[in-house]
């Protein structure tokens, strides 16, 4: 499968982007998704992730104002994030992979290439 991210944008705090995540190749509702960010400096930290079966797990910095979602017929997973804040500012990539673990302690085999959210104070 393919994955593209796209979405992110120049917003000010307390603002909201939609991120999506397209697959091509397979049907993503075949898939766990996961949403992770990079910010400047620092590691990839999970965000959010919702499973073939439609569950999902939230980071705590995020629980409240991200919300994921599936559009089946589109082949797309969003990532609906409101309240936004300056530590939103990151990078976010989605992964995707068939695995039994997902979440943040999943290994994702696919990658999209990133989109860059930035949140102004």
């Known amino acids: 499968v393919q994955l593209q991210a796209y979405g992110g944008g120049l917003v000010q705090a307390g603002g909201s982007l939609r991120l999506s995540c397209a697959a091509s190749?397979?049907?993503?509702?075949?898939?766990?998704i996961g949403w992770f960010r990079e910010a400047p400096g620092k590691d990839r930290d999970f965000v959010a992730a919702?499973?073939?079966?439609?569950?999902?797990l939230y980071a705590d910095s995020v629980k409240g104002r991200f919300t994921l979602s599936r559009d089946n017929a589109r082949n797309a997973v969003y990532l609906q994030m409101n309240s936004l804040k300056a530590e939103d500012t990151a990078v976010y990539y989605c992964?995707?992979?068939?695995?039994?673990?997902?979440?943040?302690?999943?290994?994702?085999?696919?990658w999209g290439q990133g989109t860059l959210v930035t949140v102004s104070s």
């Open positions: 992964g995707a992979n068939l695995r039994r673990v997902w979440g943040p302690q999943g290994t994702y085999d696919y």
């Open positions: 190749g397979r049907t993503s509702s075949s898939y766990n």
């Open positions: 919702i499973s073939r079966n439609g569950g999902t």
